[in-house]
């Protein structure tokens, strides 16, 4: 079987709403993965990661997955303007720039 991040978003939401995996473990294998391939001296391709996602997670889980995308990770890139969030365009001389 494919590891889970190589599968459809639909299968993936069949393992929530089937109660097979909940939101917050799916999102911690995502977390793992992206630690083991994107670290220091990794892939670099994750300007941030919003620690928050767990508890935003199991807030999912806890109050029902509603919406077609409810529990699912999501990965913003860093060209996309979010309060709050990495806005470096992808360009080293952006780091540390924040959309306000």
Not at 36 to 60: F, P, R, T, W, Y
Not at 90 to 97: I, K, L, M, R, T
Request: hydrophobic share 40%; net charge negative.
């Amino acid at each position: 079987m494919k590891p889970i991040w190589y599968r459809p978003l639909h299968e993936q939401r069949e393992l929530l709403t089937s109660g097979k995996m909940t939101s917050a473990e799916l999102t911690r294998i995502y977390l793992e993965r992206i630690a083991a391939l994107d670290g220091k001296d990794g892939l670099n391709s994750v300007a941030e990661i919003d620690l928050s996602v767990l508890d935003q997670a199991a807030a999912a889980d806890r109050n029902g997955l509603k919406g077609p995308l409810a529990g699912l990770p999501f990965l913003n890139k860093d060209n996309i303007d979010e309060a709050g969030g990495a806005n470096t365009g992808g360009d080293a001389a952006g780091e540390g720039a924040h959309w306000e």
